[in-house]
Nanobody
Framework: QVQLVESGGGLVQPGGSLRLSCVAS?????????MGWFRQAPGKEREGVSC???????FYADSVKGRFTITRDNSKNAVYLQMNNLKPEDTGVYYC???????????????????WGQGIQVTVSS
């Protein structure tokens, strides 16, 4: 089994920053996996935010380009999402996901991913 645990969420004012972390454990050779971040706002479907492949190629949703940065540390089995200039519309539950095969823009869609974290709340509000 693969476990993904997110951390770093919380309440932040508009214009502020947060850094989300996701640590993987269990039956996973982390360095081979594409890691993705997704979010779900209240009343909306879950959407892809960003992903990073095993070769560290990264992809972003248009809504977060220039504000969010995804990185990974294979020595720690961790992926990070640095979120700057946060807006109220960034509010939602953020999920980490892992997949062995996807390595392109499909990494911003849910279907390829086999493993998911429980999610963590991010609230952007004054």
């Amino acid at each position: 089994q693969v476990q993904l645990v997110e951390s770093g969420g919380g309440l932040v004012q508009p214009g502020g920053s947060l850094r989300l972390s996701c640590v993987a454990s269990g039956s996973i050779t982390f360095r081979y996996y594409t890691m993705g971040w997704f979010r779900q706002a209240p009343g909306k479907e879950r959407e892809g935010v960003s992903c990073i492949t095993s070769s560290t190629e990264s992809f972003y949703a248009d809504s977060v380009k220039g504000r969010f940065t995804i990185t990974r540390d294979n020595s720690k089995n961790a992926v990070y999402l640095q979120m700057n200039n946060l807006k109220p519309e960034d509010t939602g539950v953020y999920y980490c996901a892992a997949d062995l095969m996807v390595a392109d823009l499909r990494g911003l869609t849910e279907e390829p991913y086999d493993h998911w974290g429980q999610g963590i709340q991010v609230t952007v509000s004054s």
